[in-house]
């Protein structure tokens, strides 16, 4: 179909896939998604397949601040918010803000940390600010949280609980490379230099508008019906303990427009919700405790197949 409108970000998109993250384009489109739509990803995988190589390529070809946080059993809240010090030669305490406070932050492990300072981590995506002895301190803006979690069975894993994980607006994994370039990355080496040298290819001032132009997406009243109509599905299946909440519904909405904006539509298509209903809502569903055979995912493609899709 045709482009309505021109989309300054698709051609960052492309040019990252083609050039620098190849074999990676499911989990760099969900996260250009995450951040045109203000929220949050989660990439499930195992440690080595390129996660952090993706936060930095982002944050350099979008000229964007980078955190980082690596997740250990004894990492303290105020070693991601900040913390106030004393300083002699005033006489008072000042802020020393901690990676929280980029525009991009990696926060690697994530459950390897003590639930209290999960808690604290995600109050601070949620909020868009943090609050040290009672002064809150705005985020910057973008702010997008990339976090990953090993697989559960890992030694050394606190599971984020279901609250936590609603509030990441996207879980996917990364997958593996092609084999050919797989080849080609063990005979020639990883790319972690180039990274740290791109050049951005998008002013701040043209990504903000971005996101601001992605808000004005049309979602017609035929796509509200089916997006609810998914929902409903999730509460009444007999197979689900509770399905997709509002929050949830209203975070497909958000994905639906950022996911038409990148193909350079002004309207949401059927499809939109489709391909991204399974990121978007398999990880808030709770499967009964005789249904754990089951995965999430297969549960909710059943119930995209089941729901007739609106003609558009």
């Known amino acids: 179909m045709p ?109 390897r940390a003590m639930p209290k300072t999960q808690s604290a981590m995600l109050e601070a995506m949620e909020e868009r600010r943090v609050t040290v002895e009672g002064t809150g301190h705005p985020l910057p803006d973008p702010f997008l949280v990339i976090a990953t979690q090993n697989p559960a069975e890992q030694v050394g894993t606190f599971p984020l609980p279901e609250s936590q994980l609603d509030r990441f607006l996207l879980v996917t994994d990364i997958g593996y490379p092609p084999q050919d370039l797989e080849k080609d990355i063990i005979r020639n080496g990883g790319i972690h230099d180039r990274i740290r040298d791109l050049e951005p290819l998008l002013a701040h001032e043209a990504l903000l508008e971005a996101r601001r132009a992605v808000r004005r997406i049309h979602l017609g009243e035929r796509l509200v019906d089916y997006i609810y109509q998914l929902v409903s599905e999730t509460r009444d299946h007999p197979c689900l303990i509770c399905g997709l909440s509002t929050r949830g519904a209203l975070n497909l909405a958000y994905a639906a427009r950022a996911s038409a904006y990148l193909e350079g539509r002004d309207f949401v298509l059927p499809e939109d919700i489709q391909q991204l209903a399974i990121p978007v809502g398999a990880h808030r569903l709770m499967l009964r405790a005789e249904q754990e055979a089951l995965s999430k995912t297969e549960v909710l493609q059943s119930i995209l197949d089941s729901v007739p899709v609106p003609r558009v």
């Open 3 to 111: 482009r309505d409108h021109s989309c300054p970000i698709r051609p960052v998109l492309d040019a990252l896939d083609r050039d620098i993250l190849q074999g990676k384009e499911k989990a760099l489109r969900l996260s250009f998604i995450a951040l045109l739509a203000g929220g949050h990803i989660l990439l499930e995988d195992l440690p080595g397949l390129g996660k952090t190589t993706l936060a930095l390529a982002l944050a350099g070809v979008l000229g964007l601040s980078f955190g980082r946080v690596q997740c250990t059993s004894d990492l303290l809240p105020s070693d991601i918010t900040g913390l106030s010090v004393y300083d002699r030669d005033t006489g008072s305490f000042r802020f020393v803000p901690g990676p929280i406070f980029s525009h991009i932050l990696l926060i690697d492990e994530i459950n």
